[in-house]
């Protein structure tokens, strides 16, 4: 295959979806705001994300499942997941109407009135960090995000991280678990911003000293790899764990945060460079077992605009490219 320079890898990922095009243009090319914004405005209404809305039935339900089973992506809980990995603007007025319908009409793997709706969230740690990352996304906080909030910093182990395992059967932090709950919790508080408690913010450092303390992908007793499968980049991500989701996850945190990047990921950011194809993009990773609607990025082993926009804009982020 023949190489690219960065322009030319720059042009290929903007003839991608609007989805794709709209980040590139934030954290790529950095252009003018409101050509941004314009180009954002797309999502709602073409390509992946309006393919994504028009799957909504009226009773709220994607795929008649709030979260769904056995790798089943057809549900509630991972459409607005990948709509919200897309960037789709959340006052957009379809995506209004789509979280008006599941704020009335979904609820957790029942439809009987007297289970908690949707927002109100779960028992699993995970699920709802998932949760609580959507609701603050899409504008849907108040008793909801109360209550997973108080779940999180009640179920934080001692070790900084979570497990959506009960405490009484591992005291162990999992990674997958502990990056599903720390994007919630950055999520809250991006929006809820100077008034996020201080426990919310202790809390999230907590479990991002977790994985860094492993520079995201060790052991810390040997410093082998924790598994194999944290080198396979998904997009959009389930709830299993990724070395460059976890780094994007650290680009935001920074970003957000107002601080530099942490000397622990180096040896994450020489994988991710490793894995970068002669013709300097990334491959599409093998797609976690189970059904979607559409795959969202490129079949595997192919160039992969998804994993190919982030890990250029973790590299931007941490001056390594």
């Known amino acids: 295959m023949e190489p690219m320079n960065r322009v030319d890898v720059t042009e290929w990922l903007l003839e991608?979806?609007?989805?794709?095009?709209w980040q590139v243009m934030r954290d790529l090319t950095n252009q003018p705001d409101e050509v941004v914004t314009a180009e954002r405005a797309r999502v709602a209404t073409e390509g992946l994300g309006a393919s994504l809305l028009d799957l909504q039935g009226?009773?709220?339900?994607?795929?008649?499942?709030?979260?769904?089973i056995d790798g089943d992506r057809r549900s509630v809980m991972w459409t607005l997941q990948s709509l919200r990995r897309l960037?789709?603007?959340?006052d957009a007025a379809p995506v209004r109407t789509a979280i008006d319908r599941v704020r009335e009409g979904v609820r957790f793997d029942d439809y009987r009135p007297e289970v908690p709706p949707f927002f109100m969230g779960e028992t699993e740690?995970?699920?709802?960090?998932?949760?609580?990352?959507?609701?603050?996304?899409?504008?849907?906080?108040?008793?909801?995000?109360?209550?997973?909030?108080g779940l999180l910093l009640e179920g934080q182990l001692d070790d900084g991280g979570w497990?959506?395992?009960?405490?009484?059967?591992?005291?162990?932090?999992?990674?997958?678990?502990?990056?599903?709950?720390?994007e919630g919790l950055l999520a809250y508080q991006r929006a809820v911003?100077?008034?996020?408690?201080?426990?919310?913010?202790?809390?999230?450092?907590?479990?991002?000293?977790?994985?860094?303390?492993?520079?995201?992908?060790?052991?810390?007793?040997?410093g082998g790899i924790v598994?194999?499968?944290?080198?396979?980049?998904?997009?959009?991500?389930?709830?299993?764990?990724?070395?460059?989701?976890?780094?994007?996850h650290f680009r935001d945190t920074a970003l957000t945060d107002g601080t530099a990047s942490d000397p622990r990921i180096e040896p994450a950011l020489d994988l991710l460079l490793s894995l970068r194809r002669d013709d300097d993009r990334w491959a599409a990773g093998d797609p976690w077992n189970g059904e979607v609607f559409f795959a969202l990025d490129a079949p595997a082993g192919e160039p992969s605009p998804w994993n190919t926009l982030r890990a250029l804009r973790v590299l931007d982020w941490a001056g390594q490219d």
Request: one cysteine or more; aromatic letters at 12%; glycine letters at 12%.
């Open 163 to 182: 497990n959506c395992e009960p405490r009484e059967e591992s005291d162990r932090s999992s990674f997958d678990s502990t990056l599903c709950v720390l």
């Open 193 to 222: 911003g100077d008034g996020t408690p201080a426990e919310v913010i202790d809390a999230r450092h907590r479990g991002e000293e977790y994985l860094l303390e492993r520079n995201l992908y060790r052991r810390k007793s040997t």
């Open 16 to 21: 991608s979806d609007p989805a794709v095009r």
């Open 58 to 68: 009226d009773d709220g339900y994607w795929g008649g499942e709030a979260y769904g």
């Open 87 to 90: 960037g789709v603007d959340p």
């Open 125 to 149: 740690a995970c699920v709802n960090g998932g949760v609580l990352a959507a609701s603050a996304y899409f504008g849907v906080l108040g008793e909801g995000a109360d209550r997973m909030i």
């Open 227 to 248: 598994r194999e499968r944290y080198e396979n980049f998904i997009f959009p991500p389930y709830w299993v764990y990724d070395v460059l989701r976890s780094l994007d």
